[in-house]
């Protein structure tokens, strides 16, 4: 599924996988959700579409999620961002993000890198009178 011109931007920390996979255990879908941000300066490539993408592996199947496609600004800087939408058969493991592009960029300048699961709604209960 990965691109040749795929560009690793960020891994996901100890940490930040050990919050996602609890958050996952709360929902009988098993689904874990990501609010995901990229700033990123990429010199050279003005008006260039690119695509933010969550890499991960559920169990020992790869798998991937688009998160946001834009083109590079004329400053040669672009925000990438969105909610990831996991879907888990198995564990979660080797989450990345990562930039896809039609051309291999030269250098990557990550300003910001924002991961952060969402939190599960609590259950409702309607009383109705």
Known sequence: MLSNHDQLLHALSTPQLDAARK?????GNRVVELEVAAWLHLPGLSNLPVSLIVSYLDGDQSREVPIDHGRIDPQ??????????LPLQKALEGVELRLRCAVVPHSIKV????VQPIEPAPSRQLNIA
């Open 23 to 27: 958050h996952s255990g709360n929902r």
């Open 76 to 85: 040669q800087r672009i925000l990438l961002s969105g909610v990831a939408r």
């Open 111 to 114: 300003e910001d890198i924002f």
